[in-house]
């Protein structure tokens, strides 16, 4: 269980002290409280093998953490007819020291609520998996024309994880679930700020605004259990990341599953009283 990215202003004082001393990574700091962090820089703009490397030595001290990595926006958002040979081996490239050291867990494609089941939709899904064989991946669908049967069987065909969401709950948003299509599982939580979420008036951080209550998680913790007995790997995200909620909500599921790091920094039991009980244990 991580977080997606790590690197946000509005997380200094609050997930990591105001001022890094002594050489301190924000990485390295998110790894002694959790196993696992989605790259988003890949998504927003290419990056080169040595960051990958860099990322590997700020998490060495831990040694269950994973990555997973989101796709660029150019293969997923701004697309054309086919994916872009260059961008996908560019990519490949950038990945290269993660899987060397057995530390991808996965790639994921994050699609659009616009990208709609259709046949045109379905041969570029085909096209973007074939130019990803060899790294395991998964892939999020955010409308709901993809709750398909055949869709899944064609994932899990290929190999590829379907990604369970958590979402606000409007019309046409693909409702949660506990898919499993292959050996590892992937759940991304994203937050319920309907208001915001299709408002293009609202910033990613208006949109990312929200603390999940252990009422809300409760339904999560079940079916999270429910794919973990059906997988040899499950990554679970949150994507709510804002003022480090994604981290408070993170740690809140790894306790309930008995899995417990370092004691969550002051300043977020703070802010999150939730987290209080956890550090007094």
């Known amino acids: 269980m991580g977080t997606a990215g790590w690197q946000y202003d509005d997380w200094k004082g609050i997930v990591y002290p105001d001022k890094m001393t002594g050489g301190a990574k924000p990485l390295a700091l998110l790894a002694r409280l959790c196993d696992l962090v989605e790259i988003n820089v890949t998504y927003y703009r290419p990056i ?9 030595t700020q998490t060495a ?6 990555f997973c990595a989101k796709l ?13 040979p260059g961008i996908i081996n560019g990519f490949r490239e950038s990945m290269a020291p993660l899987v060397a050291a057995q530390k991808l867990g996965a790639v994921l494609a994050q699609f659009p609520w616009s990208f709609k089941r259709t046949s045109m939709n379905r041969q570029y899904l085909a096209r973007l998996a074939d130019a990803m064989d060899g790294l395991p991946m998964a892939v999020e669908m955010r409308h709901a024309s993809w709750d398909h049967a055949a869709y899944r069987a064609g994932l899990a065909e290929r190999g590829i994880a379907c990604c369970n969401i958590d979402q606000p709950t409007v019309a046409g948003c693909l409702e949660p679930a506990a898919h499993v299509t292959t050996s590892f599982g992937y759940v991304r939580l994203h937050g319920r700020n309907r208001e ?3 408002n293009r008036d609202s910033g990613r951080n208006d949109r990312y605004n929200y603390l999940y209550t252990r009422d809300e998680l409760g339904p999560w913790m079940a079916r999270i259990m429910e794919m973990r007995e059906q997988v040899k790997k499950l990554f679970v995200v949150t994507n709510n990341h804002y003022r480090g909620q994604a981290v408070a909500n993170a740690l809140e599921l790894q306790a309930a599953l008995g899995i417990r790091r370092a004691t969550p920094p002051e300043t977020l039991a703070y802010l999150y009283p939730t987290l209080q009980r956890l550090a007094k244990a």
């Open 196 to 198: 915001h979420w299709f």
């Open 61 to 66: 001290a831990n040694p269950r953490f994973m």
């Open 72 to 84: 660029p926006a150019a293969l997923t958002h701004e697309r054309e007819a086919s994916p872009d």
């Open 48 to 56: 080169v093998a040595r960051q990958s490397v860099s990322w590997l």
